[in-house]
């Protein structure tokens, strides 16, 4: 594991996130590629995917499903699925952050969106 940063300078005009650089540490664990690996962020992420307490992520497993070990980059895809929760904003079944995820469409999660990105750098 180390420190991995998603530099949202590359995003779409008009997402929160824009600007912000957030660090977060990838752990496989030993029966990788078998399962899959998880993220913890180590900045503060206002998100419905990332706990407030923990910066545990969720980014969804799907993808993992339709993988095949030593035949797919496991570990790209799950940078890239690390990407996707940041430019698909969308309320969540199980959210890690409720508060994030039942303000996902008002101005109070731009706001604090927003302030995670400009306090990540």
């Not at 180590?42 to 910066?55: K, M, N």
Request: net charge negative; aromatic share 14%; hydrophobic share 40%.
């Amino acid at each position: 594991a180390g420190v991995i940063f998603i530099n949202m300078l590359n995003t779409e005009e008009g997402n929160p996130y824009i600007g912000g650089v957030f660090r977060f540490v990838i752990h496989f664990p030993e029966t990788y590629p078998f399962d899959k690996p998880s993220c913890r962020f180590c900045s503060a992420v206002y998100h419905p995917s990332v706990s407030d307490i923990s910066g545990v992520a969720d980014v969804g497993y799907e993808w993992f499903k339709e993988l095949t070990p030593f035949v797919d980059n496991i570990a790209y895809h799950f940078v890239r699925q690390i990407r996707q929760i940041f430019t698909t904003l969308r309320p969540r079944d199980n959210p890690l952050n409720a508060q994030a995820n039942t303000s996902i469409s008002s101005s109070l999660f731009i706001e604090k969106a927003v302030e995670s990105a400009n306090q990540s750098l």
